[in-house]
């Protein structure tokens, strides 16, 4: 196919170098870019020129200042291609290209005028003037703008260089070619769609030149298009709301969330400042504050679940564009609890006091119990400390009542102090308390009680009207006026002296227990007085208590020996009596009686018996234990007396040179202090012995009045034993009423514990005998010192035994109970004792 094209060529040629032969000039055409040593034309021939004639003749070119890129065949003459052909670079646009060439023909000389035209092919494509086109359009610019394109251009020609424009796809731009004869060829590049930078900021796009040559060929060159940014996006936050949790007991300056809003546009359009503002709660402005160029949000002041839980803040964000644009969302701030605060224990109603008979169950007090936390750190356990007597029970959510649980005693416990405890369920837990105070009111629901069922008060006689002999103290553990308590005698019976009533000697103070003498005691005539005192409260209805008093009087030596008459004189049934009257007459530390007679025979032996003086004391004791002295005569003299018998007997035997009479001067003394005595004057006449048997004989048969003037016994016989009868009678009498008293004193002590209020007392054993009585303490026993001197072994003194006070403080209005017996007896008159028993000698 090509050589047929050749073919055409060269026809071509020779039809051209035929006409131009025919007009003086030779033509010759060839293609540009025609290959090297390509006959242009057969020139020797065309100028008519025989075969080797042209070499002959130097048939060849002359140099014309540029390479025609033609040459001459020396040989045969024709017009050969010697170099490559670029009609652009011969002719540039210009058209038709025509080389004008002289060719010199030697012998002769000649000038020929070839003229050769280069014809374009289409060996190039269309040229932009650069690859890449940067053009910038405002994303605000409306659909239909046009914006001129510098077109591309083609070094060929004619059709080669006709270009048709293409644009590569896009939906926003299109191109638009526009043809005038002024302007020629005008290329705009037309806004088909609203651009949208944030969508797509850079657009890129192929424009293709194309021209009409066969092949065509063709020339891109890429568009950038920048898409100016206009400010019509407001920032955006990827979120509407953001949702944030953060601990009450945050710290200043902690971040709660950094906030990013997003602009699309650029430049300053894109520059972004924020700004907070607080929905919920209107109050909590201060709280957070925003970094106007971070956009991060931190805390400014303390938080508290308890006051707000929640905080609704919105957060602006603006652009710098012109105008500016702002975006905005919220941000809910939950604030999470922690165990902070602790539970309180408030009281809403509070009965008090509660009195101790209050059933079970009664409720004493409302609570009401909250933790301002929530949740775990919320739930509060509560109870009660110490658990009893009292306890709680819930109500409803967060109230309770403090009810009793156990019967109430307001004499064991008259007050209780009570704690209400409340934890929390945190961790670590919080607690908190609430002390109540509750008293217990009084009920009347103890009786009045002595501390012994049996008081044994020993006082002495001829007490001072008025005298206190003891103090009674009964307990009565209720207050007020339940446990205010009035005394009274009760009637009770005294013994020595027949019933009596205890009325008319003692009385008891009504508020004070104290228990006195109404009269002055004698022994003589009253040796025990039993009665009860009754102890009463105020309560209502009263409760009362009783206790037994056994009051001991005791002897006082206010008696002096009295003298008896002799045994078998006539005031001998009466003797006791006559005693007692005797020793009344006898008022002083001794009294003297007239003068006793006795008689005894010279040469009587040592140790025979001629008189027995007889005295008896009314008192009892050592007061009533006598003893006999010889006053005078002192010294060594016949006759000696019995210390304890009272009888008169020779010291030695008698001889006339004792004198026919002897005048004795006998004292009688007891033994109480201080002591008394009487004293005797016993005249003994001494005579042979059948007048001494005479004047017994006659003694026995004279009256009554006469051996009462006697006053003596002529023999040791049965007128010392009367008078021994008589003295061991009086003795045991006096005994038997003391060891009486002494037996209940001793059944008092010894009685159980349990009774209370009445009942039979301890006793006391009591010993007598003829000379005296005591009483003796299996317990307690002491020695007494009855004077300055030395302390005598025979006398003891016994403390009874008295109950512990009750425990816990005496109440104000009560008197002190006595730590011992000797406290119930009044001064120093009243001193128990014994007496013990000493044979008569």
């Given at each position: 196919?090509?050589?047929?094209w050749?073919?055409?060529?060269?026809?071509?040629?020779v039809?051209?170098?035929?006409?131009?032969l025919?007009?003086?000039?030779?033509r010759?055409?060839?293609?540009?870019?025609?290959?090297?040593?390509t006959?242009?034309?057969?020139?020797?021939?065309?100028?008519?020129?025989?075969?080797?004639?042209?070499?002959?003749?130097?048939?060849?070119l002359?140099?014309?200042?540029?390479?025609?890129?033609v040459e001459?065949?020396g040989?045969s003459?024709?017009?050969l291609?010697s170099?490559?052909?670029?009609?652009?670079?011969?002719?540039g646009?210009?058209?038709?290209?025509?080389?004008?060439?002289?060719?010199?023909?030697?012998?002769?000389?000649r000038?020929?005028?070839?003229?050769?035209?280069?014809?374009?092919?289409n060996d190039?494509?269309?040229?932009f003037?650069a690859?890449?086109?940067n053009?910038?359009?405002?994303?605000?610019?409306?659909?239909g703008?046009?914006?001129?394109?510098?077109g591309?251009?083609?070094a060929?020609?004619?059709?080669?260089a006709q270009?048709?424009?293409?644009l590569?796809?896009?939906?926003?731009?299109?191109?638009d070619?526009?043809?005038?004869?002024?302007?020629?060829?005008?290329?705009?590049?037309?806004?088909?769609?609203?651009l949208d930078?944030?969508?797509?900021?850079?657009?890129?796009?192929?424009?293709?030149?194309?021209d009409g040559?066969?092949?065509?060929?063709?020339?891109?060159?890429?568009?950038?298009?920048?898409?100016?940014?206009?400010?019509?996006?407001?920032?955006?936050?990827?979120?509407?709301?953001?949702?944030?949790q953060?601990?009450?007991?945050?710290?200043?300056?902690?971040?709660?969330?950094k906030?990013?809003?997003?602009?699309?546009d650029?430049?300053?359009?894109?520059?972004?400042s924020?700004?907070?503002?607080t929905?919920?709660?209107?109050d909590?402005?201060d709280v957070?504050?925003?970094d106007?160029k971070?956009?991060?949000?931190?805390?400014?002041?303390?938080l508290?679940?308890?006051?707000?839980?929640?905080?609704?803040?919105?957060v602006g964000?603006?652009?710098?564009?012109?105008?500016?644009?702002?975006?905005?969302?919220?941000?809910?701030?939950?604030?999470?609890?922690?165990?902070?605060?602790?539970?309180?224990?408030?009281?809403?109603?509070?009965?008090?006091?509660?009195?101790?008979?209050?059933s079970?169950?009664?409720?004493v007090?409302?609570?009401?119990?909250s933790?301002?936390d929530?949740?775990?750190n919320?739930?509060?356990?509560?109870?009660?400390w110490?658990?009893?007597?009292?306890?709680?029970?819930?109500?409803?959510a967060?109230s309770?009542?403090?009810?009793?649980?156990?019967a109430?005693?307001?004499?064991?416990?008259?007050?209780?102090?009570?704690?209400?405890?409340?934890?929390?369920?945190?961790?670590p837990?919080?607690?908190a308390?609430?002390g109540l105070?509750?008293p217990?009111?009084?009920?009347?629901?103890?009786?009045?009680?002595f501390?012994q069922?049996v008081y044994?008060?020993?006082?002495?006689?001829?007490?001072a009207?008025g005298?206190e002999?003891?103090?009674?103290?009964?307990?009565?553990?209720?207050?007020?006026?339940?446990?205010?308590?009035?005394?009274?005698?009760?009637?009770?019976?005294?013994g020595?002296?027949?019933?009596r009533?205890?009325s008319?000697?003692?009385?008891v103070?009504?508020?004070?227990?104290r228990?006195w003498a109404?009269?002055p005691?004698?022994?003589?005539?009253?040796?025990?007085?039993?009665?009860?005192?009754?102890?009463?409260?105020?309560?209502?209805?009263?409760l009362?208590g009783?206790a037994?008093?056994?009051l001991f009087?005791?002897?006082?030596?206010?008696?002096?020996?009295?003298?008896?008459p002799?045994a078998?004189?006539?005031?001998?049934?009466?003797?006791?009596?006559?005693?007692?009257?005797?020793?009344?007459a006898?008022?002083?530390?001794?009294?003297?009686?007239?003068t006793?007679?006795?008689?005894?025979?010279w040469?009587?032996?040592?140790g025979?018996?001629?008189?027995?003086?007889r005295a008896?004391?009314?008192?009892?004791?050592y007061?009533?234990?006598?003893r006999?002295?010889l006053?005078e005569?002192r010294?060594?003299?016949?006759?000696?007396?019995?210390?304890?018998?009272?009888?008169?007997?020779t010291?030695?035997?008698?001889?006339?040179?004792?004198g026919?009479r002897q005048r004795?001067?006998?004292?009688?003394?007891?033994h109480?202090?201080?002591?008394?005595?009487?004293t005797?004057?016993?005249?003994?006449?001494?005579v042979?012995?059948?007048?001494?048997a005479?004047?017994a004989?006659?003694?026995?048969?004279?009256?009554?009045?006469?051996r009462?003037?006697?006053?003596?016994?002529?023999?040791?016989g049965?007128?010392s034993?009367?008078?021994n009868?008589?003295?061991?009678?009086?003795?045991?009498a006096?005994?038997?009423?003391?060891?009486?008293?002494?037996?209940?004193?001793?059944?008092?002590?010894?009685a159980?514990r349990?009774a209370?209020?009445?009942?039979?007392?301890?006793?006391?054993l009591?010993?007598?005998?003829e000379?005296?009585?005591?009483?003796?303490?299996?317990?307690h026993?002491?020695?007494?010192?009855v004077?300055d001197?030395?302390?005598?072994?025979?006398?003891?003194v016994?403390?009874?035994?008295?109950?512990p006070?009750?425990p816990?403080?005496?109440?104000?209005d009560?008197?002190?109970?006595?730590?011992?017996?000797?406290?119930?007896?009044?001064?120093?008159?009243?001193?128990?004792?014994?007496?013990?028993?000493?044979?008569?000698?």
């Amino acid at each position: 196919m090509g050589e047929r094209w050749c073919a055409a060529v060269l026809r071509v040629l020779v039809l051209q170098a035929a006409w131009a032969l025919a007009g003086g000039q030779v033509r010759y055409s060839v293609a540009e870019e025609a290959k090297a040593g390509t006959v242009v034309g057969r020139l020797a021939q065309d100028l008519g020129l025989e075969a080797g004639e042209a070499e002959a003749r130097r048939l060849r070119l002359v140099a014309q200042g540029r390479r025609a890129s033609v040459e001459v065949s020396g040989a045969s003459g024709a017009l050969l291609v010697s170099s490559r052909l670029d009609r652009e670079e011969l002719c540039g646009k210009s058209a038709p290209c025509a080389l004008r060439l002289e060719v010199l023909l030697e012998r002769p000389l000649r000038v020929f005028h070839v003229e050769l035209e280069v014809t374009d092919i289409n060996d190039n494509a269309p040229i932009f003037p650069a690859a890449r086109k940067n053009l910038s359009i405002a994303e605000s610019s409306l659909p239909g703008s046009r914006f001129p394109l510098e077109g591309a251009s083609d070094a060929d020609i004619g059709v080669n260089a006709q270009l048709s424009y293409t644009l590569s796809p896009s939906e926003h731009f299109s191109l638009d070619l526009q043809k005038t004869e002024v302007d020629g060829e005008s290329l705009f590049l037309v806004l088909r769609k609203p651009l949208d930078r944030e969508t797509t900021p850079v657009h890129r796009l192929v424009l293709t030149a194309t021209d009409g040559g066969r092949p065509s060929l063709s020339g891109t060159m890429e568009l950038v298009i920048s898409v100016l940014d206009a400010n019509d996006n407001a920032p955006q936050f990827n979120q509407s709301v953001y949702k944030v949790q953060l601990p009450e007991n945050a710290e200043h300056g902690t971040l709660v969330i950094k906030l990013n809003a997003m602009d699309l546009d650029v430049g300053s359009n894109s520059n972004i400042s924020y700004s907070l503002e607080t929905l919920f709660p209107q109050d909590g402005k201060d709280v957070f504050a925003i970094d106007r160029k971070s956009g991060e949000i931190r805390l400014r002041k303390d938080l508290d679940f308890e006051d707000v839980s929640l905080y609704r803040l919105q957060v602006g964000a603006t652009d710098q564009g012109n105008p500016p644009l702002s975006g905005h969302c919220k941000v809910v701030l939950e604030v999470l609890d922690v165990n902070d605060n602790a539970p309180e224990v408030r009281v809403t109603s509070l009965s008090v006091p509660v009195a101790e008979d209050a059933s079970v169950g009664t409720v004493v007090a409302l609570l009401s119990v909250s933790d301002r936390d929530s949740g775990e750190n919320g739930r509060v356990r509560c109870w009660v400390w110490p658990a009893s007597p009292f306890g709680l029970e819930a109500t409803f959510a967060g109230s309770y009542s403090l009810v009793l649980r156990e019967a109430l005693d307001r004499e064991r416990v008259s007050e209780y102090e009570v704690e209400v405890r409340a934890e929390d369920g945190g961790a670590p837990a919080l607690r908190a308390s609430r002390g109540l105070r509750v008293p217990v009111s009084d009920v009347n629901d103890n009786a009045p009680a002595f501390a012994q069922a049996v008081y044994t008060v020993l006082a002495r006689e001829n007490n001072a009207a008025g005298a206190e002999l003891a103090r009674l103290w009964a307990r009565d553990p209720d207050e007020a006026g339940n446990g205010r308590v009035s005394y009274s005698v009760w009637e009770g019976g005294a013994g020595g002296g027949g019933w009596r009533a205890a009325s008319s000697y003692v009385s008891v103070d009504a508020e004070s227990g104290r228990l006195w003498a109404l009269r002055p005691l004698d022994y003589e005539e009253l040796q025990v007085l039993q009665f009860e005192v009754r102890a009463v409260d105020a309560g209502e209805p009263p409760l009362c208590g009783n206790a037994t008093v056994q009051l001991f009087v005791l002897d006082e030596n206010d008696n002096a020996p009295a003298l008896l008459p002799p045994a078998g004189s006539a005031p001998e049934a009466g003797g006791v009596a006559a005693a007692e009257a005797a020793a009344a007459a006898a008022a002083g530390a001794g009294s003297e009686s007239g003068t006793l007679w006795a008689w005894a025979a010279w040469g009587a032996p040592a140790g025979q018996v001629v008189a027995k003086i007889r005295a008896v004391d009314a008192d009892s004791g050592y007061n009533a234990w006598l003893r006999y002295e010889l006053w005078e005569p002192r010294g060594k003299g016949p006759f000696r007396v019995g210390l304890y018998s009272g009888e008169v007997s020779t010291a030695r035997a008698l001889d006339e040179a004792d004198g026919p009479r002897q005048r004795l001067l006998i004292v009688v003394r007891d033994h109480g202090e201080p002591a008394r005595s009487a004293t005797a004057t016993l005249s003994v006449s001494l005579v042979e012995a059948a007048e001494a048997a005479a004047a017994a004989a006659a003694g026995s048969s004279s009256s009554s009045v006469s051996r009462s003037a006697l006053g003596v016994e002529l023999g040791p016989g049965a007128a010392s034993a009367a008078t021994n009868v008589w003295l061991v009678v009086a003795i045991c009498a006096v005994s038997s009423l003391f060891l009486l008293a002494v037996v209940l004193y001793g059944a008092s002590r010894w009685a159980p514990r349990a009774a209370v209020l009445s009942g039979p007392g301890p006793t006391t054993l009591v010993c007598a005998s003829e000379v005296g009585s005591w009483s003796y303490s299996q317990r307690h026993s002491r020695s007494l010192c009855v004077a300055d001197g030395a302390a005598k072994s025979d006398l003891m003194v016994f403390s009874p035994n008295f109950p512990p006070p009750p425990p816990g403080p005496a109440p104000k209005d009560t008197q002190p109970e006595p730590s011992a017996l000797l406290d119930t007896v009044s001064g120093p008159s009243f001193i128990p004792f014994s007496a013990p028993f000493h044979p008569p000698s």
